[in-house]
């Protein structure tokens, strides 16, 4: 088994997915967590190709980009997708995903009070119901939406579902957001009674985000 060691700050946002995949595939790693003011420091080091967190360290070797670690990631557990076709779906439900994260963080990222209320305003009555509308109605097309996302296993599709669901509830300061998506909510809830998940979720350091 290869040495891992995962770098970002201590955050969950975006190196969560992989944890999750760490957890649920049972493999150890080191979890480095920096505070802002060591990243300068760290990030001067020149060991970032972009400059950026969060990266992943495999013996000696270094990958970056969130999303690029996170396949690695689900393709050596054995949670990518069990087929190309498969894999592709899994692709498309994280690209989703990750589309409605971007939503979020220009508002995130917004200095005009006004401008940040119009924003999240948008996000909870158009871009989140948009796309969790889409995400269920993919889920119920794959065994009528009692299982995951992709096959009949979990993929790290479903884990960053479960990473951002959080990270939008926590953005928007509004709890409830799966309620008009039955079928979502329940992937959740699975997903976090399942044992390696289960304990992750309930060890892992408390964090804003």
Request: with cysteine.
């Given at each position: ?66 999303n690029s670690i996170a396949r690695y990631l689900a393709l050596e ?56 509308s889409a995400l269920e109605k993919l889920l119920i097309s794959n ?44 992937l959740r809830e699975r997903l976090l009674e399942q044992p390696n ?13």
């Amino acid at each position: 088994m290869p040495a891992y060691k995962l770098k970002y700050f201590n955050l969950r946002a975006r190196a969560e997915v992989s944890r999750l995949l760490f957890a649920a595939a049972g493999v150890d790693y080191e979890d480095v967590r920096y505070e802002s003011e060591q990243w300068q420091t760290e990030k001067a080091s020149g060991n970032y190709p972009f400059g950026q967190m969060p990266v992943l360290e495999v013996d000696g070797e270094t990958i970056a980009q969130s999303n690029s670690i996170a396949r690695y990631l689900a393709l050596e557990f054995g949670m990518a997708g069990g087929s190309n076709l498969e894999k592709a779906k899994a692709d498309m439900v994280v690209d989703a995903i990750g589309d409605v994260t971007n939503a979020l963080k220009e508002m995130w990222f917004q200095k005009d009070e006004a401008k940040k209320t119009e924003i999240r305003d948008k996000c909870l009555k158009e871009t989140i119901p948009t796309y969790f509308s889409a995400l269920e109605k993919l889920l119920i097309s794959n065994n009528g939406g009692d299982g995951f996302f992709v096959g009949d296993k979990i993929t790290w599709a479903d884990l960053a579902f479960l990473a951002h669901s959080d990270y939008h509830a926590d953005q928007m300061k509004a709890a409830g957001t799966l309620e008009a998506f039955p079928k979502l909510k329940a992937l959740r809830e699975r997903l976090l009674e399942q044992p390696n998940i289960k304990k992750w979720v309930e060890t892992r350091p408390k964090t804003d985000i």
